[in-house]
């Protein structure tokens, strides 16, 4: 979604549009194929969920900890896709959803993990 202000006159006489970027993203969670019990295609879907949470990982990880070296956003498609929204001058939120049932208490651990 792209977010438009209106034109405004600049101080330098020129005609200046505010352009902004909103990007949703549903990271869907880690998939434990032992919990979910997942086979075939959902299998595979998992499997994809989880290298993408782990690239955007090791991005957001090379970027607190950057000073000019590389950040790998050609790691996944999901990466690549929030590489204007991740680095340079941007505002960033996260929402980790998590719950309270004992069941889902490993992965509660590791969503508050991932999302600090």
């Not at 101080?11 to 200046?16: K, M």
């Not at 204007?84 to 208490?105: C, E, Q, R, V, W």
């Amino acid at each position: 979604m792209c977010i438009r202000d209106r034109a405004q006159t600049g101080a330098d006489g020129e005609t200046h549009i505010r352009q902004g970027k909103l990007n949703l993203v549903d990271l869907a969670g880690s998939e434990r194929q032992s919990k979910t019990e997942a086979t075939g295609d959902r299998f595979k879907e998992g499997i994809n969920i989880n290298q993408s949470l782990t690239a955007l990982g090791n991005v957001i990880s090379a970027l607190v900890e950057s000073k000019g070296g590389h950040i790998p956003y050609r790691d996944s498609k999901l990466t690549k896709m929030l590489m204007d929204s991740l680095g340079g001058n941007t505002k960033t939120l996260m929402i980790a959803n998590i719950g309270p049932a004992d069941y889902n208490f490993d992965e509660t651990i590791s969503t508050l993990r991932w999302a600090n």
